[in-house]
């Protein structure tokens, strides 16, 4: 297999609806100089040494490895400081805002805050922009990424934007059904609040900020790096990252599958905006349903669940009947199978320790 492999950067096939997203990435991967960059030629002659007097040649399966280890090296850093912002940055604030006399509390054992509305707005909407923010901007300059592949905008792509709609309805659908306990927690938390500006400043900041700053470190930062080791591998792997984030354990089934949709969407438009679409409308409906279901009672939960999904299910077979290219992700084979891949982006020593600590949190929610 590796005797196929002349160039793994050239031979890969950069295929997408928006051309310019597959030159950009194309020339980020061939000119940029760093540990991050998946490269070997089969007719190069590099060689390691070992004990001093005899060496062994490079392969593509060592490149790929080397490579993979290094990208999860950045990427486990970066997911340590979001996980260090998401669990104590909110305290930080909240420890400063009383020093200037502010009226504002958090509850350690359930984590909740209480107080002056804008307070709480204020520092959930820091936190969240913080923890977001803070590992792009560092994967942007420590791996070189040029905007152009961490934000790409396509204009057409009609069939992929109409499909992203369907997605964030359909995973809507099936969140409403999973988080109902959550949903009548949530819809108490929110409407116990008097001050509508401020639930409503939160809200729009929610579905339109924080849905942009989540996709540019998912989709635009770790995804590129991830995608150089095989499509199927970078739509899985970085959903798998998104789910296990800070949040609830319904908020991670409906991240894995934003994750395993917004992945496809992209490599299929080329444009991180048919993923931000899926996660506006998720929102959006998310807190409909607080409305709808739980405040004014218009409809039962069964009933908004099937409406959307009816929707999300119907938008997806006229994607599916609309397109007339294939559907399968171009690049699904490289030369390390997907176990290995997986085993070697979890034994760098800063991934382990935030696949442990998170898988911890996820099983304290779970039991706890």
């Known amino acids: 297999m590796e005797g196929s492999h002349t160039d793994v950067v050239e031979d890969f096939s950069y295929s997408s609806r928006n051309r310019t997203y597959n030159s950009d990435y194309l020339i980020w991967r061939r000119h940029t100089k760093g540990a991050f960059i998946y490269r070997f030629t089969g007719i190069q002659n590099e060689n390691v040494y070992v004990d001093g007097n005899a060496v062994a040649p490079v392969t593509a399966a060592s490149a790929e490895r080397n490579a993979l ?78 905007r152009r592949i961490v934000f790409p905008v396509s204009n057409g792509a009609v069939l992929e934007m109409l499909a992203a709609a369907g997605a964030g309805m359909l995973i809507a ?127 039962q939960l069964w009933e908004f669940a099937l409406l959307l999904i009816s929707i999300g299910v119907l938008t997806a077979a006229l994607y599916v009947r609309g397109t007339q290219s294939r559907y399968a992700l171009e690049n699904r084979k490289t030369v390390l199978p997907m176990t290995a891949k997986i085993m070697a982006m979890l034994q760098s020593v800063t991934m382990l320790p935030w696949a442990a600590a998170s898988l911890l949190i996820a099983l304290l929610q779970i039991f706890y």
């Open 69 to 146: 280890m290094q990208c999860s090296q950045i990427i486990g850093l970066v997911l340590l400081v979001f996980l260090l912002i998401a669990v104590v940055g909110g305290s930080v604030l909240i420890a400063l805002l009383r020093l200037f006399h502010i009226d504002i509390r958090l509850d350690f054992l359930s984590l909740q805050m209480d107080g002056s509305q804008w307070a709480c707005v204020a520092v959930k909407s820091i936190t969240a922009v913080l923890k977001y923010l803070l590992p792009s901007l560092l994967l942007l300059r420590i791996c070189k990424l040029p």
């Open 173 to 299: 659908g099936i969140y409403s059904l999973t988080a109902n306990s959550l949903g009548v927690a949530s819809a108490q938390d929110l409407f116990l609040y008097k001050d509508m500006a401020a639930i409503l400043t939160y809200g729009v900041f929610e579905v339109l900020v924080i849905s942009m700053l989540a996709e540019m470190l998912l989709r635009g930062c770790i995804f590129p790096l991830l995608r150089q080791f095989g499509d199927p591998f970078a739509v899985l792997f970085t959903a798998l990252i998104a789910a296990f984030l800070p949040n609830a354990t319904p908020d991670r089934l409906a991240e894995l599958l934003i994750g395993l949709a917004a992945g496809y969407l992209f490599l299929r438009a080329g444009s991180i905006v048919k993923c931000i679409v899926i996660r506006v409308i998720f929102s959006v409906l998310s807190y409909a349903r607080l409305v709808f279901v739980y405040s004014m009672s218009v409809m």
